[in-house]
């Protein structure tokens, strides 16, 4: 098991379990809310204020949810097409990721390490940083 946790972690949960209550209800809010996005890109773009990147992203984020849910739901119907459902998933989560770091969201991650990095080791001195960039034979 999972780091000697095997016994902790039951796969699949159970439907009334609170992980698995809490994860449904993530999944049917995130949808609402990439729905209001996808409407409001909509609008947006009848009047001319559209702008085209980011809605791959939306897209993406529809697929991975929807599948993620036909995935559990083809499961709990005891259909066959459920691994191909989860395949879909997977694959969709695996776009999101290799994708990062040319999306809207590599922002996220980038602007997080900065941000440990300058806790970790403080910020780097105007004068030590020009020091870098100081050819050393002049």
Not at 84 to 91: D, M
């Amino acid at each position: 098991g999972l780091l000697g946790l095997s016994w902790a972690f039951a796969s699949p949960l159970p439907q009334l379990d609170p992980v698995k209550l809490a994860a449904n209800v993530a999944a049917f809010t995130l949808l609402l809310g990439l729905w209001h996005f996808w409407r409001r890109r909509r609008s947006e773009r009848r009047r001319r204020r559209f702008l085209p990147q980011g809605g791959h992203i939306l897209a993406l984020f529809f697929g991975i949810t929807l599948s993620g849910l036909a995935a559990q739901w083809l499961r709990l119907a005891g259909m066959p097409v459920a691994c191909a459902a989860y395949t879909v998933h997977l694959a969709l989560v695996w776009a999101l990721f290799a994708g990062l770091p040319w999306s809207p969201l590599a922002h996220l991650v980038y602007r997080t390490l900065a941000l440990y990095h300058v806790r970790r080791y403080g910020r780097c001195r105007p004068d030590a940083a020009a020091a870098l960039f100081v050819p050393k034979d002049i």
